[in-house]
């Protein structure tokens, strides 16, 4: 009996052994609720956002319309892990009290780390403590960094405003600072939006016909912008920036599947189609955005002459990483066309340009190229006007549909 029972002592020491290793022991978890949660960057600032737990295991983030279901969530002994859908950047934190998260916000590719915290029942986005003295509803001119070489941009500023609340988005060249939600603070804007890949902070000084502030990108960027009421601006087309260099008319190249299969674009699935080359990234949202559209779009017109294919230029340091990005962000979003590994350990503009050296440049992430039957380029349009655009959203697919329409009845 004293054998037994010393065996069973020693099974049962072991067994706790082996569900503490497995970290079954969790000290809480979240409180279902409301919470409002911040990231910590310079200037004593923060870039808040909210998000809804409807259950231990699953959260809801929004940023204006949009809402990012959240449903990959981990305990590990008395922290949790907030695995964000697609992207490969986390939110990782202490649980105290089931409704108060203090950690970071991670992003393991760029190796950046930033204080995070998070409240139950801990108010809104913003503060405010005066009522607005300005309206900044419209349209307004914006520069980016002016003055500064290499780095000064233009954008299109679009925004609604019902009392304090604002919403909207700055469009570039290149596409747009997707769902933006705030506030005016009397005569201060404060927007901002948290996406899983970006967090967005913008702040300005506002008087009915002018703005001047700062844009923060994480904790690892800040610059000026200044911005002027302009109803009738409107951005160079999207379309005359990228384009084939002079003796080109066609697009070639071969890279691998998630299989390490090589794709090009002289294989019998492609001959005699209307083929859209999608240059990518699994870590850009606005990538996201168009993949969506897309994987939609093929999959309603699977019985045309139509092909999709799309090149990834990943920040993953091998390519076992990012095949295994390439496939989740497939399998999260139901695209059946072929996502291709172009590049693996950066995303540099300048080294994507090497690898298709027919184009003058590739200028934004994404871009996508379109090729009419008989394998001549016809169209490059460059980045995407994303569902936080609204009506350009709505242009874009129209224009797009209507292209498509058009090649695949030559």
């Known amino acids: 009996m ?3 029972f ?7 020491l072991f067994s706790c052994k082996d569900d503490k290793k497995n970290n079954t022991f969790i000290t809480s978890k979240l409180e279902t609720g409301n919470y409002r949660a911040w990231i910590s960057i310079q200037d004593n600032k923060e870039i808040p956002f909210v998000f809804e737990v409807e259950s231990d295991t699953i959260l809801n983030i929004f940023n204006a319309e949009e809402i990012i279901a959240v449903d990959e969530i981990d305990y590990k002994n008395d922290s949790i892990y907030i695995n964000l859908p697609v992207f490969k950047d986390y939110l990782v934190a202490k649980i105290s009290d089931k409704k108060q998260l203090r950690g970071y916000y991670v992003s393991p590719d760029r190796n950046r780390k930033v204080p995070f915290e998070a409240g139950l029942n801990k108010g809104n986005r913003f503060s405010t403590t005066e009522k607005p003295s300005a309206n900044i509803g419209g349209v307004w001119e914006t520069i980016f960094s002016k003055g500064v070489e290499g780095d000064e941009y233009i954008a299109k500023g679009i925004f609604e405003q019902k009392g304090q609340k604002v919403t909207g988005t700055f469009r570039t060249t290149t596409g ?35 703005m001047n502030g700062y844009f923060y990108s994480g904790n690892h960027w800040k610059e000026p912008f200044e911005a002027k009421r302009n109803e009738d601006y409107q951005l160079p087309s999207a379309n005359e920036l990228t384009y084939l260099k002079e003796g080109y008319e066609s697009l070639d190249f071969v890279f691998p599947n998630t299989s390490d299969e090589l794709v090009g674009l002289k294989d019998d699935r492609f001959k005699d189609k209307v083929v859209v080359v999608q240059i990518m990234g699994t870590w850009c949202p606005n990538c996201l955005d168009e993949s969506k559209y897309y994987a939609d779009f093929y999959k309603a017109n699977k019985d045309k002459d ?21 496939g989740r ?7 059946d066309y072929p996502v291709l590994l172009a590049q693996y350990g950066g995303a540099d503009k300048a080294m ?12 934004s992430y994404p871009t996508s190229i379109f090729i009419d039957k008989k394998g001549k380029v016809r169209k490059i349009h460059t980045g995407f006007n994303g569902p936080a655009t609204g ?7 129209n224009e797009f549909e209507s292209f498509i329409a058009e090649l695949l009845n030559e």
Not at 184 to 201: E, I, Q, R, W
Request: proline share 1%; aromatic share 14%; no cysteine.
């Open 176 to 210: 747009d600072y997707r769902y933006l939600e705030g506030v005016m603070d009397g005569n201060v804007m404060k927007l901002s939006t948290f996406d899983g890949a970006h967090a967005f902070l913008f702040t300005a000084t506002v008087t009915d016909s002018t």
């Open 391 to 397: 009506e350009k959203y709505t242009e874009f697919k």
């Open 2 to 4: 004293r054998y037994i």
């Open 329 to 335: 962000l497939q399998s999260k979003i139901g695209i």
């Open 352 to 363: 994507a340009q090497e690898k298709l050296p027919m184009l003058n440049h590739v200028l």
């Open 306 to 326: 139509i092909e999709f294919i799309a090149l990834a230029f990943e920040y993953a340091k091998d390519k076992e990483t990012a095949f295994s990005r390439i």
């Open 6 to 12: 010393g065996l069973l002592m020693i099974s049962l």
